[in-house]
């Protein structure tokens, strides 16, 4: 019997090694004759760097090098672009000249030959500046706003019929602005990288979403070949999206590696974090939706506006949700970009969409107020046969069961509809409720499967799991595919010399890195069809391959279970080398041309406020996500309840605050950027909508990482709305806004 092991709560097969410190990351990769660099980051937000007088940290003890861009080697910086990388602009080049373009960016590095030396001369260097005055205010009058350059699918302008006449016209209208502050990712893990140069080739140990770009792209910034660079990452302690792109620190540790001719050591420190390796950019939103007074919409505008770095374009998906979520005749979305003397933002969970969503969520449920309709019915009532904005069906959409099934469970029949109308002493209570929704994505992915004489598997990808569970829902995959029990499967990531493999991002791992899998092992089985074919004492020889099936990983006559040769058999009977076939799968084009793909979920949201002390707490939340097939609850379920601690945040708590006189972070530190802790983290409950999707990939998966982050956000902001009858519109929600009640 096949094991079934696809949709079983296996615990991680790496659990053990992350509690007992076995597993390793970046950092602790230690070198023999390693050294530490130390970046030393700009004090100033804008401007050009006049000195650097390194004389009192040259004499220090220990100080092996010190880098700026008066003695850096001239870097190639060849031209290259992953798909992950801004469309327009070009990578921060690092070193190469005296201009600082933003707050924090790298201006020299100090080596030694420990860390705390490294740091003694770091702060003994004296650089001076010629300071100009940076814009990093996306409303400051002299900002300008661009149109982005095209990016993909997403286009910075869409629409569907006139929606501003429509929005004129209606009977209700709601018209909004939101204003949702910049965030830092600030995983547990700091960036980190080992580098370490033999003859011309680099090896990098180094945190990274994206080992086989991170290879590519430094081997272009170097000028030196793909092949010559190995970046290694088989543990990322959480990442959010902020070790998708290759950031300077990762050039400078190998330039200085190669300065000096040993191993260097660059651990960015959590300060730095909050300036040189992106962040969810701040944006500014209006939506305006119109509708008749039975609830039917008629209009929606969303008109979205994100900050970006003066030299890279960065693009999410922040209106794109608009145009498909509700059924409407009537919709215009535009997206613009205003540069900012800032580094360049990244994606951070759920990037855009969560956003983007934020707006269009919160409006509704304004929406739903001045109708005086429950928000669950006002979505029902719009909710569309077909994806109306790319004209094409969805290849599943199951939004309404998970309201359905959310709002049994969450209870939100007992919700009274006027706000502040719910009460538990002297706080108040309020129910709040919103649409998650991520796109299935699929990039190309490849992975290598190898059969060995002892009948076990070994599956190599150059995946990445920063938290996820990769390791362990891959082996399910193939273990389920090869008919073995998960402990007969050993599988490797994180290496760019294994198959390359997209992003750890856009919740696509499963989808990519999983077809590959299963495709990889469906095609060492027929390669061992193929060797028992030709072994005349196998009772495969000579019988076509559909008379033959694999039953629990012995090959057999179909339904003759005395027939049957095992993996190890056919293996040692062909001399006993390995079966190995490496295989690169993409979404089958015909479906992604016909289906729009989508993984939805509704959010249900519990909270209190202190009257008094505008305090918003969360109390309990639910969301219920269909995503296709969950391919390991367990992990799923864990996925899920980081996502919504990460909306939480999002809502209530995350901020990165800068300095409007030199774009400084003035809460670059984890005291002052406020994270949920336990005390914030109420009951969550997660539950799954289940969904057979046959369109999106031969697993079914969709994709869970993001859309758990998606909703949580306009959920708790309508919940405040509901428990205070104020509508904020900032992120995050704080206090001050909550006083006076
Ligand atoms: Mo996710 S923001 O694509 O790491």
Same mark, same amino acid.
């Given at each position: %019997?096949?094991?079934?092991?696809?949709?079983?709560?296996?615990?991680?097969?790496?659990?053990?090694?992350?509690?007992?410190?076995?597993?390793?990351?970046?950092?602790?990769?230690?070198?023999?004759?390693?050294?530490?660099?130390?970046?030393?980051?700009?004090?100033?937000?804008?401007?050009?760097?006049?000195?650097?007088?390194?004389?009192?940290?040259?004499?220090?003890?220990?100080?092996?090098?010190?880098?700026?861009?008066?003695?850096?080697?001239?870097?190639?910086?060849?031209?290259?672009?992953?798909?992950?990388?801004?469309?327009?602009?070009?990578?921060?080049?690092?070193?190469?000249?005296?201009?600082?373009?933003?707050?924090?960016?790298?201006?020299?590095?100090?080596?030694?030959?420990?860390?705390?030396?490294?740091?003694?001369?770091?702060?003994?260097?004296?650089?001076?500046?010629?300071?100009?005055?940076?814009?990093?205010?996306?409303?400051?009058?002299?900002?300008?706003?661009?149109?982005?350059?095209?990016?993909?699918?997403?286009?910075?302008?869409?629409?569907?019929?006139?929606?501003?006449?429509?929005?004129?016209?209606?009977?209700?209208?709601?018209?909004?602005?939101?204003?949702?502050?910049?965030?830092?990712?600030?995983?547990?893990?700091?960036?980190?990288?080992?580098?370490?140069?033999?003859?011309?080739?680099?090896?990098?140990?180094?945190?990274?979403?994206?080992?086989?770009?991170?290879?590519?792209?430094?081997?272009?910034?170097?000028?030196?070949?793909?092949?010559?660079?190995?970046?290694?990452?088989?543990?990322?302690?959480?990442?959010?999206?902020?070790?998708?792109?290759?950031?300077?620190?990762?050039?400078?540790?190998?330039?200085?590696?190669?300065?000096?001719?040993?191993?260097?050591?660059?651990?960015?420190?959590?300060?730095?974090?909050?300036?040189?390796?992106?962040?969810?950019?701040?944006?500014?939103?209006?939506?305006?939706?119109?509708?008749?007074?039975?609830?039917?919409?008629?209009?929606?505008?969303?008109?979205?506006?994100?900050?970006?770095?003066?030299?890279?374009? $960065?693009?999410?998906?922040?209106?794109?949700?608009?145009?498909?979520?509700?059924?409407?005749?009537?919709?215009?979305?535009?997206?613009?970009?205003?540069?900012?003397?800032?580094?360049? !933002?990244?994606?951070?969970?759920?990037?855009?969409?969560? =956003?983007? %969503?934020?707006?269009?969520?919160?409006?509704?449920?304004?929406?739903?107020?001045?109708?005086?309709?429950?928000?669950?019915?006002?979505?029902?009532?719009?909710?569309?046969?077909?994806?109306?904005?790319?004209?094409?069906?969805?290849?599943?959409?199951?939004?309404?069961?998970?309201?359905?099934?959310?709002?049994?469970? $969450?209870?939100?029949?007992?919700?009274?509809?006027? !706000?502040?109308?719910?009460?538990?002493?002297?706080?108040?209570?309020?129910?709040?409720?919103?649409?998650?929704?991520? !796109?299935?994505?699929?990039?190309?992915? =490849?992975?290598?499967?190898?059969?060995?004489?002892?009948?076990?598997?070994?599956?190599?990808?150059?995946?990445?799991?920063?938290?996820?569970?990769?390791?362990?829902?891959?082996?399910?995959?193939?273990?389920?595919?090869?008919?073995?029990?998960?402990?007969?499967? =050993?599988?490797?990531?994180?290496?760019?010399?294994?198959?390359?493999?997209? !992003?750890?991002?856009?919740?696509?791992?499963?989808?990519?890195?999983?077809?590959?899998?299963?495709?990889?092992?469906?095609?060492?089985?027929?390669?061992?069809?193929?060797?028992?074919?030709?072994?005349?004492?196998?009772?495969?020889?000579?019988?076509?391959?559909?008379?033959?099936?694999?039953?629990?990983?012995?090959?057999?006559?179909?339904?003759?279970?005395?027939?049957?040769?095992?993996?190890?058999?056919?293996?040692?009977?062909?001399?006993?080398?390995?079966?190995?076939?490496?295989?690169?799968?993409?979404?089958?084009?015909?479906?992604?041309?016909?289906?729009?793909?989508?993984?939805?979920?509704?959010?249900?949201?519990?909270?209190?406020?202190?009257?008094?002390?505008?305090?918003?707490?969360?109390?309990?939340?639910?969301?219920?996500?269909?995503?296709?097939?969950?391919?390991?609850?367990?992990?799923?379920?864990?996925?899920?309840?980081?996502? %919504?601690?990460?909306?939480?945040?999002?809502?209530?708590?995350?901020?990165?605050?800068?300095?409007?006189?030199?774009?400084?972070?003035?809460?670059?530190? %984890?005291?002052?950027?406020?994270?949920?802790?336990?005390?914030?983290?109420?009951?969550?409950?997660?539950? $799954?909508?289940?969904?057979?999707?046959?369109?999106?990939?031969?697993?079914?998966?969709?994709?869970?990482?993001?859309?758990?982050?998606?909703?949580?956000?306009?959920?708790?902001?309508?919940?405040?709305?509901?428990?205070?009858?104020?509508?904020?519109?900032?992120?995050?929600?704080?206090?001050?806004?909550?006083?006076?009640?």
């Amino acid at each position: %019997m096949n094991p079934q092991v696809i949709g079983k709560p296996l615990p991680r097969v790496d659990g053990r090694a992350k509690v007992t410190g076995a597993a390793r990351y970046a950092a602790e990769f230690n070198q023999p004759n390693q050294t530490y660099a130390v970046i030393v980051s700009s004090t100033i937000g804008l401007g050009r760097i006049t000195a650097i007088d390194a004389t009192a940290s040259e004499r220090l003890p220990g100080v092996l090098a010190i880098i700026s861009h008066l003695n850096a080697p001239r870097l190639p910086y060849n031209p290259h672009k992953a798909g992950i990388d801004p469309p327009d602009g070009e990578r921060l080049h690092v070193f190469q000249d005296d201009a600082v373009r933003f707050y924090g960016q790298p201006v020299a590095l100090v080596v030694a030959d420990t860390l705390d030396r490294a740091e003694r001369a770091a702060s003994a260097l004296r650089i001076t500046y010629e300071a100009q005055q940076p814009i990093v205010d996306p409303r400051d009058k002299q900002a300008q706003r661009i149109s982005p350059a095209a990016y993909g699918r997403l286009e910075a302008d869409t629409g569907r019929g006139d929606a501003d006449a429509a929005f004129e016209s209606s009977p209700v209208t709601v018209d909004m602005t939101t204003d949702i502050g910049r965030q830092n990712h600030h995983p547990m893990e700091p960036h980190a990288a080992i580098a370490a140069w033999t003859g011309d080739r680099l090896t990098l140990w180094s945190k990274s979403q994206f080992v086989a770009n991170e290879q590519a792209e430094i081997a272009a910034i170097f000028g030196i070949a793909r092949e010559n660079v190995q970046v290694i990452c088989p543990f990322v302690g959480g990442a959010f999206g902020t070790s998708l792109r290759t950031w300077s620190h990762v050039t400078l540790g190998a330039m200085a590696a190669r300065r000096i001719g040993r191993p260097v050591k660059l651990v960015l420190t959590r300060r730095q974090m909050s300036f040189t390796t992106g962040h969810r950019p701040r944006t500014l939103q209006r939506v305006a939706i119109g509708a008749t007074r039975d609830g039917s919409l008629t209009s929606i505008i969303h008109e979205g506006t994100a900050e970006t770095s003066r030299f890279e374009q $960065f693009v999410e998906a922040l209106t794109s949700c608009t145009d498909f979520m509700y059924s409407c005749p009537n919709v215009r979305t535009s997206y613009r970009l205003v540069p900012l003397d800032t580094g360049t !933002p990244t994606y951070m969970r759920g990037p855009g969409e969560s =956003s983007g %969503m934020y707006a269009l969520e919160t409006a509704l449920d304004e929406l739903a107020h001045k109708l005086g309709m429950d928000p669950i019915e006002l979505r029902r009532r719009n909710e569309p046969k077909i994806d109306e904005g790319a004209n094409k069906p969805f290849s599943s959409r199951s939004l309404m069961p998970c309201y359905d099934l959310g709002a049994e469970r $969450f209870g939100w029949s007992k919700r009274t509809p006027e !706000p502040r109308s719910m009460r538990d002493g002297r706080l108040l209570i309020g129910m709040g409720t919103a649409t998650a929704t991520y !796109p299935a994505l699929q990039f190309p992915a =490849s992975a290598r499967a190898r059969l060995r004489a002892d009948g076990t598997a070994e599956i190599e990808a150059a995946a990445s799991d920063m938290g996820p569970g990769t390791y362990t829902s891959m082996t399910q995959v193939a273990a389920e595919t090869l008919g073995i029990p998960v402990d007969r499967v =050993s599988f490797s990531l994180g290496r760019s010399d294994f198959p390359p493999a997209p !992003p750890h991002g856009g919740s696509q791992t499963m989808a990519a890195v999983g077809s590959a899998i299963r495709a990889a092992c469906l095609a060492v089985q027929d390669q061992l069809i193929e060797r028992a074919a030709a072994n005349p004492r196998s009772p495969a020889h000579n019988i076509g391959k559909d008379a033959l099936e694999w039953v629990g990983g012995t090959l057999r006559r179909k339904g003759i279970a005395t027939s049957g040769q095992s993996y190890a058999e056919i293996v040692a009977a062909a001399g006993g080398v390995p079966v190995e076939a490496t295989v690169n799968v993409s979404r089958d084009p015909e479906a992604a041309d016909k289906y729009s793909m989508h993984a939805f979920g509704a959010v249900f949201v519990e909270i209190s406020v202190d009257p008094d002390l505008g305090l918003a707490r969360v109390r309990r939340a639910l969301g219920v996500y269909s995503a296709g097939r969950i391919v390991n609850p367990r992990l799923a379920r864990s996925q899920c309840l980081g996502g %919504m601690i990460g909306g939480i945040g999002m809502a209530l708590m995350e901020h990165t605050a800068l300095d409007p006189r030199d774009g400084r972070p003035v809460n670059a530190h %984890m005291a002052e950027y406020l994270l949920p802790v336990n005390l914030d983290i109420p009951h969550l409950d997660v539950a $799954f909508v289940d969904e057979v999707d046959p369109h999106v990939n031969p697993l079914g998966a969709k994709g869970l990482g993001e859309i758990s982050l998606v909703g949580m956000a306009p959920a708790i902001a309508n919940a405040v709305f509901h428990a205070t009858g104020r509508r904020i519109h900032e992120l995050p929600i704080r206090i001050e806004h909550l006083l006076g009640l």
